[in-house]
């Protein structure tokens, strides 16, 4: 009885954690504008450079670039790793399934 009602308490948990989870991955896709914003305000500055002469035009547009790639990596880096997150809870929830209907 015991056991079965730990498995139980366990499950549920999981379940928290696992819409807990798809929250935070919902929540992090829907800020993607937020990369497209920063690469329109690059590109836009980086034209503004270019037409009123700035001297050091081709370095600033540059360091925009790379950091505008960076920032994209990192956010796709940090959406792969919820990703993993999310399946192994589910694994984790379907071997917990698994266990008590074993039992």
Known sequence: ????????????????????????????????WIINFIWAISLLVSVLCFCFHVPQSVIITVILLFICTIIKIVHKTLDKKIELRLKRVKQEQRKSIFKVNKS
């Open 1 to 32: 009885m015991n056991l079965t009602h730990n498995n139980l308490e366990g499950i549920k948990r999981e379940k928290g954690q696992k819409q807990l989870l798809e929250r935070n991955l919902e929540a992090h896709r829907s800020r993607k």
